[in-house]
Every structure is written in structure tokens, then in C-alpha cells.
């Protein structure tokens, strides 16, 4: 089985790659509905349908204490102005947290808590730790000019819910305005 050993002698910061790990590709085409401006979406995708990120994860089915984790790797780029992201989920056991560890690249987490509705946004950095606290709902995006790799690590027994979010989405986007990311209520 794999283990967080490997991950440090394994990972392939080109690729993204995780020997052994499950890989998943998003494209612009999966994101349908997260970015805010619908016409820059459909512009975007009518001239191409570039990759957005991957996510190597390691789920093996094991005791419900021990930790599942994932590599993500998120290209740099904007829709209109909003930057590439991630689909963002709640976890589909909502007392789940997690912890992200940046490793390469200038990220930035939506947190938006699912009971209260309040979100913020919280740097991701290479050797920065962020905490991603239970029933809150968390997206990625890439505000630099590189690719944003990052770790992920959860309870195995987490799980992703990526259908809540889908049917009301977030209440904020995350956009550059003066060169600078800014969070700016969805209309
Ligand atoms: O488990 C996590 O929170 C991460 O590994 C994410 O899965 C990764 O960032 C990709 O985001 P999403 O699952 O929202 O597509
Ligand atoms: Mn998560």
C-alpha cells in the first residue's frame, strides 16, 4: 500500500503523478456552472478544452481512522477573471476536516461554511499549511503564473460531495481585479 513515505520519494512535480494512485483529470468542459461568467465559459471552451488540474488520490479501503490523501496539481490561467479552479466540495461525512500542504506555485482556498453561509479566502503556499475545518465547503484556485501543486489529507472516511455545491454553488468568486485576487459576492 502506498504510504506518505512514498509520496515524498514518488510524486512527480511534472506530471503529477503518483505511482500506484488514482488519477483524475478535470478538463474546462467538467466545470460547467462554477465560473460566474457564463459567456467568457462557453468563449473559452469553444476555442479549446484545455486541462485544469489532476488529482492523484490514494483511497485504499481501510479502517475508517486512518487518513486518505491526494496530490492536486492546478494549471495557472483565468476565465474572464476568475482564475482557474477547482470544482470544490463539502465532504460527504461533514465533520471531516482536512489539511492542505502547499508545495509549488501561488494558491488561494474559498472556504464557505455550509451552515452560516460565511466565507473567506485563505492563502496556499509552498511549505504553508492550511486547515480546511468540517462542514465547509472549499474550492482551489491558482492566482499565479505557475502550476499550484498541493497535498491533501483526510479522514478515509471523508468522502467528496460534489452535489451540493453543484445544485447552489458558491456564494462568492474569486476574481483579479488590479493585478490582485479579490472575493466578490456571485451575481
Ligand atoms: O480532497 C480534497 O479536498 C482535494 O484533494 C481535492 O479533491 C482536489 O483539490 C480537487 O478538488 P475537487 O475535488 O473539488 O475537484
Ligand atoms: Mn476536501
Not at 513515505?5 to 511534472?14: A, C, G, M, S
Amino acid at each position: 500500500m502506498l504510504n506518505l513515505e512514498k509520496i515524498l520519494t514518488h510524486y512527480d512535480p511534472v506530471t503529477g503523478e503518483l505511482p500506484g494512485a488514482i488519477m483524475v483529470k478535470r478538463h474546462l468542459s467538467d466545470l460547467r456552472g462554477c465560473f460566474a461568467d457564463t459567456p467568457a465559459y462557453d468563449a473559452a471552451l469553444a476555442a479549446g478544452n484545455p486541462l485544469l488540474y489532476t488529482v492523484a488520490a490514494v483511497e485504499p479501503a481501510v479502517d475508517e481512522g486512518d487518513l486518505h490523501y491526494g496530490v492536486g496539481m492546478l494549471m495557472p490561467g483565468k476565465i474572464g477573471d476568475e482564475y482557474f479552479m477547482t470544482k470544490g466540495h463539502l465532504h460527504s461525512w461533514r465533520p471531516a476536516a482536512e489539511f492542505y500542504f502547499g508545495l509549488t506555485g501561488e494558491g488561494l482556498m474559498l472556504f464557505e461554511d455550509e451552515a452560516t453561509g460565511e466565507s473567506r479566502i485563505v492563502p496556499l503556499r509552498p511549505n504553508g499549511v492550511v486547515y480546511v475545518p468540517g462542514h465547509t465547503a472549499h474550492r482551489t484556485m491558482n492566482v499565479g503564473e505557475t502550476p499550484l501543486t498541493y497535498l491533501g489529507v483526510y479522514p478515509a472516511r471523508a468522502g467528496h460531495d460534489y452535489s451540493t455545491i453543484a445544485k447552489k454553488n458558491f456564494r462568492f468568486v474569486v476574481v483579479e481585479r488590479n493585478g490582485q485576487p479579490a472575493m466578490i459576492g456571485r451575481k
